[in-house]
């Protein structure tokens, strides 16, 4: 496996290890109760997560670009749907989904760095 093959892999599973934290939050940080942001937790964390495994099956070019979007939904999340004042469900949205869009962002700046490698 090439270096660059080891790094995009790296970042895959980042991606989807990041999903099923997001996923987890609610129970984690107590605010499974709250209809609104754990709602939102679990579906954009199993949503990235599922996105992550595709990547590391081999698609990561689109994968990247679906955990960018969700990785900014789950940034401005909170705001939209109204649980900005929940503390926990936001700072865990935020800081998650920036580490997502971290990691999207750099799948796809490597993609660009390696034009001859197909975008799978």
Partial sequence: MTRHATWKSLIAGSQLVLGL??????????????????WSAWIAGLLIALIGAGALAGYAYPAAWANLV???WAIVAPWILGFAAL???MWSHVVLGALVLLAAAVALWMEHEAPTQAHA
């Fill in 21 to 38: 934290v997001l996923l987890l939050t609610p129970w984690i940080f107590g605010f499974s109760a709250a209809a609104t942001p754990a």
């Fill in 70 to 72: 969700l990785g900014i």
């Fill in 87 to 89: 503390a926990a469900a």
